[in-house]
């Protein structure tokens, strides 16, 4: 028996997947002024949306993932490169 797509796949209201700004930097542990530092720099994915800054948690984990294990607010990984 074949399942309907829109039942095999359940996907999350938007508004349970995106974060605030102060959210967002409460969940990688960063003043909300370093998050949108990252975000200018293309390294953290976020949106505006209605003047206000957006962010997908999947998008803050795989910023997290991706991320040197030593690594500067100026996104030094520490080797000297």
Same mark, same amino acid.
């Given at each position: 028996?074949?399942?309907?797509?829109?039942?095999?796949?359940?996907?999350?209201? %938007? /508004?349970? &997947?995106?974060?605030?700004? +102060?959210?967002?930097?409460?969940?990688?542990?960063? @003043?909300?002024?370093?998050?949108?530092?990252?975000?200018?720099?293309?390294?953290?994915?976020?949106?505006? %949306? /209605?003047? &206000?800054?957006?962010?997908? +948690?999947?998008?803050?984990?795989?910023?997290?993932? @991706?991320?040197?294990?030593?690594?500067?607010?100026?996104?030094?990984?520490?080797?000297?490169?």
């Amino acid at each position: 028996m074949k399942i309907p797509k829109k039942q095999a796949m359940k996907v999350p209201a %938007i /508004g349970d &997947r995106l974060l605030t700004l +102060r959210e967002a930097a409460e969940v990688l542990r960063l @003043n909300p002024r370093t998050v949108r530092e990252y975000v200018q720099r293309g390294e953290i994915e976020g949106r505006i %949306i /209605g003047g &206000r800054w957006r962010f997908r +948690r999947a998008d803050l984990d795989a910023f997290f993932e @991706n991320a040197p294990c030593k690594w500067d607010f100026a996104g030094n990984d520490g080797h000297g490169d």
